[in-house]
């Protein structure tokens, strides 16, 4: 959840004007505010890249609108940037306004359509910075010596893809007991999330482009709920659905540790919901339902143990879930919990938040999927 001042929530709920750009970071750095017809950012954590942003913009001098390839609406190393955030009037009368950083994405496509009336917009979609990671592939076998520092090991290849990158992350002892050779042609994305789960951690690109490796929230460890969706809210919950479904609803998780060419037996380590008060606890007539996973930086029991615990964190509640449409509160993290009450459904839970998106334009609602949250 972005750290917005408590005012700020307040007023989402009530009547306020909208405010929202996107500035456009040419390869030379050179910036750009560009004018948005429409378009959203959309978020969802179970993507392996977790935002990206498609909006419509237009160009009425004609200096920016692409006419060959390299030009810096074209997808040669241009970023972009969104935002959307309120502004108000106090009690004061003064104009009160805060904004929310909404990510930072690589330009990866743009059409431009010439109209009839001489007029032209173009359209462009753009990904996150883990997707260029993605992309960016090893042209020669790459190996992380053992006694590497597992975030070591991380940073050095996301370096290759970004040197001056910024992190927000947790610290570790944690190393690599043997070598860990990476392919020509392997996705180097994919290894840093392999060698983040080893750690019991999620990696992404925040709203500010920074990388972030922390484990998954712990809903047992919060206080309180990021934000409410109340009966009682006057329309900042325009509906919800309800979803119950047992695919891809495991209630374990079997970790298996083996690395290529490591002579040692592979190990094993796993995690169950074992709350008796869940309706998947694993001892109910729900059943054993686990998810196996195989983890060549897992070198213990304890290392397969904590992966297999940061999975289930991951996957517990997906038998029921919600979709909700609301008023916009463009300040969220996939993650984020949520308060939902609605007494004639027979909701009044907590929820984590796998997907959303926020729409730029003022008049537009945003879509939250939701999963209840359960500790194991």
């Given amino acids: 959840m972005g750290t917005q001042t408590d005012e700020f929530y307040r007023r989402i709920r009530l009547s306020h004007e909208v405010i929202s750009f996107v500035e456009m970071i ?53 970023e972009l940037r969104a935002w959307r955030g309120i502004r108000w009037t106090d009690k004061f009368g003064v104009v009160q306004e805060e904004i929310c950083p909404l990510g930072v994405f690589r330009l990866a496509k743009s059409t431009i359509a010439y109209k009839a009336d001489g007029t032209s917009d ?23 010596q053992a006694g590497t520092n597992i975030l070591t090991a991380i940073k050095e290849i996301v370096k290759r893809t970004f040197p001056a990158v910024e992190y927000d992350t947790i610290t570790t002892v944690l190393v690599t007991s043997a070598p860990m050779l990476l392919d020509t042609g392997s996705d180097p994305w994919e290894a840093c999330t392999q060698l983040a789960k080893s750690m019991g951690c999620e990696i992404y690109f925040d709203v500010l482009g920074r990388l972030v490796v922390a484990p998954p929230p712990d809903i047992a460890a919060q206080p309180a709920p990021d934000f409410s969706y109340f009966d009682s809210d006057g329309g900042h919950m325009i509906d919800l659905g309800r979803d119950f479904a047992d695919e891809n609803a495991f209630n374990g998780v079997v970790v298996t540790g083996e690395t290529p060419g ?22 109910s007539d729900y059943g054993e339902v686990p998810a196996f996973l195989t983890d060549n930086t897992a070198k213990t ?25 609301t008023l916009v509160n463009p300040s969220y993290e996939a993650g984020d919990v949520v308060h939902v009450k609605l007494t004639r459904a027979g909701v009044d839970g907590l929820y984590g938040i796998d997907a959303f998106n926020v729409p730029l334009g003022g008049s537009a609602t945003q879509r939250l999927a939701l999963r209840e949250r359960r500790a194991s």
């Fill in 26 to 78: 040419a390869p030379d750095q050179e910036a750009q505010l560009l004018a948005v017809l429409e378009g959203e950012v959309a978020c969802d954590r179970t993507a392996q890249v977790r935002r990206s942003l498609n909006c419509r913009v237009v160009d009425p001098t004609g200096k920016i609108t692409p006419r060959a390839t390299g030009e810096v609406l074209t997808p040669y190393g241009t």
């Fill in 122 to 144: 173009i359209a462009l979609e753009a990904y996150d910075r883990s997707r260029t990671i993605q992309r960016d592939k090893f042209t020669a076998p790459y190996v992380v």
């Fill in 262 to 283: 490591d002579e040692k037996p592979p190990v094993r380590g796993e995690a169950w919901d074992d709350n008796p008060s869940s309706p998947t606890y694993r001892y």
């Fill in 301 to 325: 029991e304890e290392d397969c143990i904590k992966i297999a615990k940061a999975e289930l964190a991951l996957l517990l509640g997906r038998p029921a879930s919600l979709s909700m449409t």
